[in-house]
């Protein structure tokens, strides 16, 4: 299946991370997790170097390496100046009387606008120039080069060419940041005329606009917020019961469903509207994210107050799938799950991880919504079939045959919710 090196350069900023940089972060954690589940193999880049980054993607669950880069990237710097001292594109900055003072990192200019049209590319912005070259920026396409041949040296048993051809790049970047990363794009083409600077692929998220701010908002103070309005929710509707100390970790998943799911449904291509002092975001609404986990919930509470019943003698243990009576399965909503999520869950999983070849040009899109609007649906359609059927009936003999099957077919849509969950990093909670 190869392999797929996935470059957030969002993770670059020596700024704090604002929720602008969170939709391309969180839309390339799911992404690396929905092609693991294809067998196809990721690389995330660039390595973490943020102490303060890094907390907040503790927070949100985003599981992302952590490091200074690759242990010989100084050598792969030196290289790559070589090749700049080689590059015909290249021309030395002056720095006589009348020129504007560069800063001192700067090693050269790169004619950009040349070389796109000598290869003849597409796609790239009209307006590229001239690229002023620093040390940061050939460090930034060091690491790329890095992660590209450690997806050559782990696969070793495969019949792959180690010219990294089988190897993807995509960028996953805001459209705030696109211009940048095709500078650094071409750069690469142009200083490593290899096989794999030729796939590289640009994914693009649409704005995420912030309403109502009384200042910039850093991912810090969004992720505050979402929790603290989360916890106001949950007291409002359990009680006192939600200021326990075990709903810590319950409300702490509540967020990051909340914000995963607000930052994930949507089309990648589409704006995103952030509604900060809208606090129906936390539990009202069947598109939200706390509603998917309440209903993955309700399925844990069925099989453990099952599983406590069978302890007390109530009912008898569930038998194999194979001794079970499915005809028993009337219901219009048990063959509503089972067709429309149970079976076509693999390929809706495969559809999510696909990144076509761009048709012109070196934009791609991608099926990131899927998992989300996927789970919100199957949120929907099981909770009203939960409501209006009762699953645990009377300890009757004659009536166990369709509690049994029943429970089979709720026991695979738990399975459904948690490994969907997965991709989007969020634990299935057993309490809510």
């Known amino acids: 299946a190869g392999w797929v090196v996935l470059h957030c350069p969002a993770l670059r900023s020596s700024a704090a991370l604002r929720p602008r940089h969170l939709r391309p972060l969180l839309l390339a954690d799911h992404l690396a997790q929905l092609l693991r589940t294809q067998r196809v193999g990721v690389r995330l880049v660039p390595a973490l170097a943020e102490e303060g980054s890094r907390e907040v993607l503790r927070q949100l669950r985003v599981d992302w ?92 048993a495969s019949h792959f060419p180690d010219d990294g051809s089988h190897c993807s790049i995509v ?17 690469w083409r142009i200083l490593d005329p290899g096989a794999h600077t030729a796939l590289q692929k640009h994914l693009v998220c649409g704005p995420v606009k912030v309403t109502n701010p009384s200042s910039p908002i850093g991912a810090d103070q969004y992720f505050q917020l979402r929790k603290r309005q989360m916890y106001e929710a949950s007291v409002m509707k359990y009680g006192e019961l939600a200021q326990d100390e075990t709903w810590t970790e319950v409300i702490d998943a509540l967020t990051v469903a909340a914000i995963r799911f607000e930052m994930l449904s949507t089309a990648h291509r589409s704006q995103i509207t952030l509604d900060l002092e809208d606090s129906s975001i ?101 909770s009203s079939y939960y409501n209006r059927v009762h699953i645990l009936g009377e300890p009757f003999p004659h009536l166990f045959d369709q509690m049994f099957a029943r429970l089979q077919l709720l026991g695979a849509v738990r399975d459904v919710f948690h490994s969907a969950l997965a991709t989007l990093h969020l634990p299935p909670l057993s309490q809510i």
């Open 65 to 156: 390496p952590s490091g200074s880069g690759g242990s010989d990237l100084p050598g792969t710097i030196s290289a790559l100046k070589e090749a700049l001292g080689q590059c015909p594109c290249a021309a030395a900055c002056e720095q006589g009387p009348g020129t504007a003072t560069l800063p001192d990192d700067v090693i050269c200019k790169v004619h950009l606008k040349s070389f796109v049209e000598q290869q003849g590319l597409v796609g790239y912005d009209p307006n590229l120039d001239v690229l002023l070259v620093t040390e940061g920026k050939l460090r930034s396409l060091a690491e790329l080069q890095q992660a590209v041949l450690e997806c050559v040296v782990s696969d070793p």
């Open 171 to 187: 960028h996953v970047v805001s459209c705030e940041e696109e211009f940048q990363q095709q500078q650094l794009d071409l750069l």
């Open 282 to 382: 936390s539990t009202k609404g069947t598109k939200s994210g706390a509603f998917v986990m309440y209903n993955c919930a309700r399925l844990a509470t069925l099989f453990d107050t099952y599983q406590r019943a069978v302890e007390r003698g109530t009912y008898p243990p569930l038998p194999p799938a194979s001794e079970l009576n499915f005809s028993c399965l009337q219901e219009e909503g048990e063959w509503l799950l089972l067709f429309k999520y149970l079976l076509p869950f693999p390929e809706v999983l495969q559809q999510a991880a696909q990144l076509p070849e761009p048709t012109k040009g070196i934009r791609i899109t991608a099926n990131t919504e899927t998992v989300c609007k996927f789970l919100i649906q199957l949120s929907m359609d099981f």
